[in-house]
Nanobody, 113 residues
Framework: QVQFVESGGGLVQPGGSLRLSCVASGITFRTNNMAWYRQAPGKQREFVSAITSSSNTNYADSVKGRFTISRDNAKKTVYLQMNSLKPEDTAVYFC???????WGQGTQVTVSS
């Protein structure tokens, strides 16, 4: 059974930082690409960042230069370091393996003063 468990969200002021974590199970983690998505209230889920099995990365334009994705294959964990946070980054953040069709419960990120 595929499972993704996200954590690390919270309330942060604009300009602040958070580090999200996602532990995966039920997949051969080291051979899978991983991705972060987010969904803001009233909006569709959108792509944030992805990392391949060989650690190549890509980012949505809206987060490029502020967010960094990484992975630890030994811990079956993917991370999202988020710096210089903006109110428009407020959303529930999810991780997944692209194309697998399974999602975790997400972790809430709120950027507000």
């Amino acid at each position: 059974q595929v499972q993704f468990v996200e954590s690390g969200g919270g309330l942060v002021q604009p300009g602040g930082s958070l580090r999200l974590s996602c532990v995966a199970s039920g997949i051969t983690f080291r051979t899978n690409n991983m991705a972060w998505y987010r969904q803001a209230p009233g909006k569709q889920r959108e792509f944030v960042s992805a990392i391949t099995s060989s650690s190549n990365t890509n980012y949505a334009d809206s987060v490029k230069g502020r967010f960094t994705i990484s992975r630890d294959n030994a811990k079956k964990t993917v991370y999202l370091q988020m710096n210089s946070l903006k109110p428009e980054d407020t959303a529930v953040y999810f991780c997944t393996t692209p194309g697998i069709g399974s999602w975790g419960q997400g972790t809430q990120v709120t950027v507000s003063s």
